[in-house]
């Protein structure tokens, strides 16, 4: 697809837990400077690891409650799901060759 899936509530459980590949979320929120820096550098990381990995970014302002469940207790934090499993995090903003390369070292 070579941009970041959203998910929302509805289609969260369906992506996390059933998908053969691993798929890493960017949990961000419209209001956080940070997240709106690395958005390009992660938007370039899907072209990168696209079809291997699945990239998806959470509007945590929105779905609060699956940001809830998952301990998000800031912005931007990347996680990689296997399985419907969390297998790595990573919270602040990085680069794409920082995102693509702490990808690869998780999946």
């Known amino acids: 697809m ?3 899936l959203e998910l929302r509530a509805d289609n969260f ?4 837990g059933r ?3 691993p798929v890493v979320v960017d949990f961000w929120a419209p209001w956080c400077g940070p997240c709106k820096m690395m958005a390009p550098a992660f938007e370039q990381a899907t072209a990168q690891l696209e079809p291997g990995v699945r990239l998806a970014k959470l ?4 779905e609060q409650a699956i940001a809830s469940q998952y301990a ?8 990689v799901f296997r399985n419907g499993r969390e297998v790595a995090r990573q919270p602040g903003a990085m680069s794409g060759p ?9 999946t």
Do not use: C, G, Q
């Open 2 to 4: 070579a941009h970041p």
């Open 13 to 16: 459980s369906r992506h996390i």
């Open 19 to 21: 998908n053969d590949i």
């Open 59 to 62: 509007d945590t302002e929105a």
């Open 72 to 79: 998000i207790r800031s912005i931007p934090t990347l996680v």
């Open 98 to 106: 920082d995102i693509v390369n702490w990808v690869r070292s998780h």
